[in-house]
């Protein structure tokens, strides 16, 4: 009893450390184009960020339940602890490394990649929801597209309305609508990304039968909550430098047409109970709304850069969980 308690209590530090990872790594996701217009300060957008992901991750559970019951069933793993650990090994190692180059990429991908690859190699495959699975793949890869059709078309309605205004009063206003649209996409962030970990958390409770059912009990919100707050609080400066500059040249219209495309994707998707990636999203919608700005004005390399990144994420994540797994155990 005694080492399973050791085991279990090893498995909830890797989740929330996935989660503070994840806080600092995704941070840039809420706050960068608030940041590089000058909207916010640095230090008073990661406070805001902290606070508003907090709330959010308290409010809702689906995506949680989602995530630790469509992929595979916990209760029929005789593995499952393991393959958990194997899980966040990997999607710790893979989000380190892009934090580390600076590139934007999806824990959320990594994470279920790295789940489904640790259930392959440790379970075997047939005991994957290949529907489930599906399921939460088309929602991480229709929510960016959809997010940049829909951070298209708000800046074009932007430009429509504003095209006689002065860029200066324009931009000026909008740099003060940037402060609460950071705000809300803090909020959306909090509501879908801290549940991964609550229902990792829960998943492992589960499969070590000291949870019968998917619910997540209120310490385990909390504990997730507050590291996602807390890796918020570090910043992801890396990231934030690649989301709000290198791009294209954001300015604050710009800005609030990126949040609150992003944000309506996000907090749709959380409603849906799905997972998605709150990196895809806004990062999807700045390159719609520069789309509408000028097509020319994207940096369509560093563009390319980071679609690859999104797509590589789920079979890499796969593979290093697969092969953390046979290390380990």
Do not use: C
């Not at 000026?172 to 509501?191: C, E, Y």
């Not at 944000?263 to 109970?273: E, G, N, P, R």
């Amino acid at each position: 009893m005694e080492t399973s308690l050791f085991v279990l209590g090893f498995v909830i530090f890797l989740a929330l450390a996935f989660d503070f990872i994840n806080g600092f790594h995704d941070t840039a996701n809420a706050i960068a184009t608030s940041v590089s217009t000058r909207a916010l300060r640095p230090r008073t957008a990661i406070i805001m960020a902290a606070s508003m992901n907090f709330i959010g991750a308290l409010m809702f559970t689906g995506v949680a339940k989602k995530i630790g019951g469509s992929i595979t069933d916990p209760t029929l793993l005789d593995n499952g602890i393991d393959i958990v650990i194997a899980t966040l090994i990997a999607a710790i190692i893979w989000n380190l490394v892009t934090w580390w180059l600076g590139i934007p990429s999806s824990s959320s991908h990594a994470l279920i990649g790295a789940l489904a690859g640790a259930v392959y190699v440790g379970a075997g495959s047939e005991h994957i929801k290949w529907h489930g699975f599906i399921e939460i793949v088309e929602g991480l890869v229709f929510s960016p597209l959809i997010a940049f059709v829909i951070g298209y078309i708000v800046m074009t309605i932007l430009k429509w309305i504003f095209a006689k205004r002065s860029p200066h009063t324009v931009n000026k206003g909008f740099r003060s609508m940037q402060v609460i649209t950071a705000a809300l996409q803090s909020f959306t962030h909090g509501t879908n990304d801290a549940q991964k970990a609550m229902g990792i958390i829960t998943f492992a409770l589960v499969t070590s039968g000291r949870l019968e059912t998917m619910e997540v009990p209120l310490w385990v919100k909390i504990a997730a909550a507050t590291s996602m707050a807390l890796g918020t609080s570090i910043g992801g400066w890396k990231i934030i430098k690649t989301m709000g500059t290198k791009i294209f040249k954001i300015e604050p219209i710009n800005g609030f047409a990126a949040d609150i495309s992003a944000a309506s994707v996000i907090f749709s998707a959380t409603l849906l109970h799905l997972p998605v990636s709150t990196t895809h999203a806004i990062t999807s919608s700045i390159l719609g709304v520069g789309s509408a700005k000028r097509f020319s004005a994207v940096k369509w390399g560093v563009a390319g850069r980071i679609v690859v990144t999104w797509f590589i994420t789920i079979p890499i994540s796969a593979v290093l969980a697969g092969l953390v797994f046979k290390l380990i155990f």
